[in-house]
Every structure is written in structure tokens, then in C-alpha cells.
């Protein structure tokens, strides 16, 4: 019988491939490189090997990586980052069991695991019409290997900035300049990345770098049926970055994720693209690895008081940045904002409440309030949709008050297309008395920042507002 359902596929491939195994880790010093191989199956006919990549720097601790073998501490980091690539590996058969061979984990971790897993997949789940539970999706057994263990060391006062070529990360490095000694940290790097590093006053020989690869056959498999989907990539991002401090001393990490990420892309639920630069997970991610990694470490998001619309206000002042800067995944492999999707309709209309129409328009190539073709993309950024676009954006008031800032701003004007329509929307009616300079002052209080961090933040924040 044909299957013409990803539901239908999805149970049918659960039959199919009963057992997902993490067999093992394997790491080695090759030549001025450190190579790590994972090692994955998918019953008895599938086995990935996806592969990290770090060239050593000069800057690097040296008598760590001459004793890689036998360092306790790199063998669990190694085995964690495992633990979350595997999910990418596993959504594409759902096996109903995952059998880990490469260490044991506690009750404890096998919750915070699933918890991860689970939520990290709501969009996965979502998008292809997948109706489980966080009981129901998979069973984990973990009770062979070694038990590996906590260990704690002496890092410098000194932090890594994750990069990755958007505002976000670029507002990071500007303002944390002065504050420590920090690098900026590199998960394959592409043009975007390199540029902001360079403008943010680095040289590439200075930055942390990791090349993560895919196993080619997962992407034969997708192109062959198999399920594919959305995971929750900032946890592999996280688990990432402690290897990249502990190879360079570094107390700190600091993420660029904000307070509007922890909006679910699907109102009334829990189903969030960004769940994993969510404050739940940034909470559960540093309790988990203070109790099982390590408490040397020190995870948070820098800009996590903020919202985008804050953090537009900032970038925008950073001129330097504003032809280099990308954030549109369709357009990523070229380097080019794409100017037909929601992600660069989102950045154009939060920047465009601080910056000319001309520099909106330099930077995406077009007019993006002229397009017709993103009338549904404006529809979903401000609400008048049931669902978010499954993008890295700002909540529905932050572009409800940003759209209502630009008309302000082109009063007596005639309107394009998409600032007309909004205009005669019920979300113009219920948003246009919205206090916007008091919304620009507002602290989210939930974040992991220091005092001294605090008020680094704010004084940059309040020293760019209007008025």
C-alpha cells in the first residue's frame, strides 16, 4: 500500500526501524587537528559517522590537547555533544527505542535528555503532522559503557562569543569588548561570519573555530523518503561551545539569544522554533551540565534582558555591519538576503523603526513593503495568521509595534502595498496607541547576567534610544 502521509510514514518507519544505537565516540590528534567521529546506527542497515573538526590555534591549551586520552573532562564534553547530534540522525526513521552504548546516564539525565529531545522536535513534530507525547516518542536505555564524570577546572577570566553572522551576535561583540578577554566562537564558518568578526575588530586567526560535518547518507535518505525536519541545533550549539572553551581556558559563553525567543511559533502551545534559544532551555542547560559536565563554566545570553526591537535599536548604530550582516537561511549558502521570505520581512521591519528607508533598502536589494508576494509573511510576523513562521523572529508585539512606529514615521505619505494592508488591520487598531518609547525601555528580568553585565547592557541600550 502507498504511503502518502508523513504520519502514515512515520508509524510505518517505527515498525520498520525498531532501535536508534549511539554505538560510540572516537577522537584523535591528526597532525595540527583534532578529529572527533560519532558513531550512530539506524537498526542493522543504517550507520552514520558525522565528524567535528578543530584546527588547533596557538592559543589553545597544549598540554590539555597532548593529553586528550586521558582527559576525563574533553571525553565527557565529546560524549554529550553525542548525545544531542544523534537527534538529527534519529528523526529520520523515529525509532521507538534508543539504545546508548557509549556511557551510562542516571534517571536524571535520561528526563533532561527526552526533555530535549522532545521539545527540540515540536516543530519537527508539527510541520509533519506527528501526533505523540513526550512519554510516547521514544524509550531511552543507557546502561553500558563508562559512567562519566564531573570534573571541574581553573579557567581564565576570559570568554567565547558564538557568531553567527545575524545582528544578534554582532550587537555581542561590540558591546562586550573591554568587558573580558573574549573570542569569538565559529560553528562552520561562512562569509557572514567571517565578515562580522572583521568588522567587530578580530582577525579569523583569533576566532575559536569547529567544522561540523554530515553524514552524506542521512541526506540520501531524506531525499528518499525518510522524515526530516527541524532540531533544535543552539543545544548542539551549547554542548559545542564547552568544548570550545575548555580548549581555551574560558570561563564564559556568551550566546546572543533574547527574551522574544521564548514565544512559542505556535500560539497557544508549546511547539517553539527557537526552543532551544528559549530561556527554558538556557535554565535546564546550565543546571544539567553544573551537575553532570562541569560547574566551570559559565552559559548565558548576553542580550537575554532585550528584545529585538532593543536589539535593532543597538545595530542599527553599528554601520559597519549593515552590508555584511545575514540572517536569511534561504539565502545563506550564497550569502545574500533572499528578499522573498518571512525571515528577511521580520529583519526589515524591525530595523526600518530606526533607519532610513534608503538603508533598508541597500541592505535587501528591494523595496520589501512593495513585494505582494510576502502579504502572507506579513501575516503571519504580526499575528493576523494562527502561526508564526518557523523562523528566528520577534514576538507578535514587537512586530506589531514596529509596523505601527513605521507608519508613524511615513505619515502623509503613500503607503506601499503591505503598510496599506496593515493599516486597515485590526492589529494597527489595537496596537497604534502602544507606548513605543517606554516598550524600549522594558527589562525582561529573567536572564543569568551579572550586575556589571546588566549595566553594560542597559547603558549601551539607553544611550542609543530616542529621546
Not at 84 to 106: F, M, N, Q, R, T
Not at 161 to 177: N, Q
Not at 286 to 303: G, H, Q, W
Not at 354 to 375: A, R, V
Request: charged share 20%.
Amino acid at each position: 500500500m502507498l504511503l502518502t502521509s508523513q504520519p502514515e510514514i512515520f508509524q510505518q518507519l517505527r515498525k520498520n526501524f525498531e532501535v536508534f544505537t549511539y554505538e560510540k565516540y572516537f577522537y584523535a590528534l591528526e597532525g595540527n587537528e583534532i578529529s572527533i567521529t560519532f558513531e550512530f546506527k539506524i537498526g542493522d542497515s543504517y550507520t552514520f559517522s558525522p565528524v567535528l573538526r578543530i584546527p588547533i590555534k596557538d592559543f589553545y591549551n597544549r598540554k590539555l590537547i597532548l593529553n586528550l586520552n586521558n582527559d576525563e573532562l574533553f571525553r565527557n564534553i565529546v560524549f554529550h555533544i553525542g548525545l544531542i547530534e544523534l537527534i538529527s540522525y534519529w528523526k529520520a526513521a523515529c525509532c521507538p527505542h534508543v539504545l546508548i552504548k557509549a556511557g551510562k546516564l542516571d534517571a536524571i539525565q535520561l528526563k533532561w535528555l527526552k526533555d530535549v529531545y522532545y521539545n527540540g522536535l515540536g516543530e519537527f513534530f508539527y510541520t509533519n503532522g506527528i501526533k505523540t507525547s513526550i512519554d510516547s516518542f521514544m524509550t531511552i536505555e543507557a546502561n553500558e559503557g563508562v559512567q562519566h564524570q564531573k570534573q571541574d577546572f581553573l579557567p581564565e577570566n576570559q570568554g567565547l562569543i558564538p557568531v553567527g553572522g545575524g545582528k544578534d551576535s554582532a550587537v555581542t561583540l561590540e558591546l562586550m569588548k573591554g568587558e573580558t578577554i573574549c573570542r569569538p566562537f565559529v560553528l562552520n564558518p561562512r562569509k557572514a561570519i567571517r565578515d562580522s568578526i572583521l568588522c567587530a575588530g578580530y582577525s579569523l586567526e583569533e576566532a575559536v573555530v569547529i567544522n561540523r560535518s554530515i553524514d552524506p547518507q542521512l541526506l540520501e535518505m531524506n531525499k528518499n523518503g525518510f522524515l526530516n525536519g527541524h532540531t533544535p541545533f543552539s543545544a548542539l550549539l551549547g554542548m559545542i561551545s564547552l568544548m570550545g572553551a575548555y580548549l581555551t581556558d574560558s570561563k564564559y559563553i556568551y550566546l546572543s539569544n533574547e527574551s522574544s525567543a521564548n514565544e512559542p511559533s505556535i500560539p497557544g502551545t508549546t511547539v517553539n522554533h527557537q526552543y532551544s534559544k528559549s530561556i527554558s532551555f538556557e535554565r535546564s542547560f546550565r543546571e544539567y551540565y553544573k551537575t553532570y559536565i562541569s560547574e566551570s563554566f559559565e552559559y548565558l545570553s548576553f542580550l537575554r534582558p532585550l528584545n529585538e526591537l532593543q536589539i535593532a535599536a543597538l545595530f542599527s548604530s553599528f554601520l559597519q555591519y549593515h552590508q555584511v550582516f545575514r540572517s536569511c537561511n534561504a539565502g545563506s549558502k550564497e550569502d545574500i538576503w533572499c528578499g522573498n521570505c518571512s525571515k528577511c520581512l521580520f529583519a526589515a521591519i524591525i530595523l526600518s523603526p530606526f533607519l532610513p528607508e534608503e538603508s533598508i533598502n541597500k541592505i535587501f536589494g528591494k523595496e520589501m513593503f512593495k513585494d505582494k508576494n510576502l502579504l502572507p509573511d506579513l501575516h503571519k510576523l504580526c499575528g493576523i495568521s494562527a502561526e508564526k513562521p518557523f523562523e528566528c523572529i520577534g514576538t507578535i508585539d514587537e512586530v506589531n509595534i514596529a509596523l505601527v512606529e513605521i507608519l508613524k514615521k511615513r505619515k502623509g505619505k503613500t503607503l506601499p502595498l503591505l503598510l496599506a494592508d496593515y493599516e486597515q488591520s485590526k492589529q494597527y487598531i489595537d496596537y497604534q496607541h502602544t507606548d513605543f518609547s517606554a516598550f524600549l525601555r522594558e527589562l525582561n528580568e529573567e536572564h543569568f547576567l551579572s550586575q556589571s553585565l546588566i549595566t553594560k547592557l542597559t547603558a549601551a541600550l539607553y544611550d542609543r534610544l530616542p529621546g
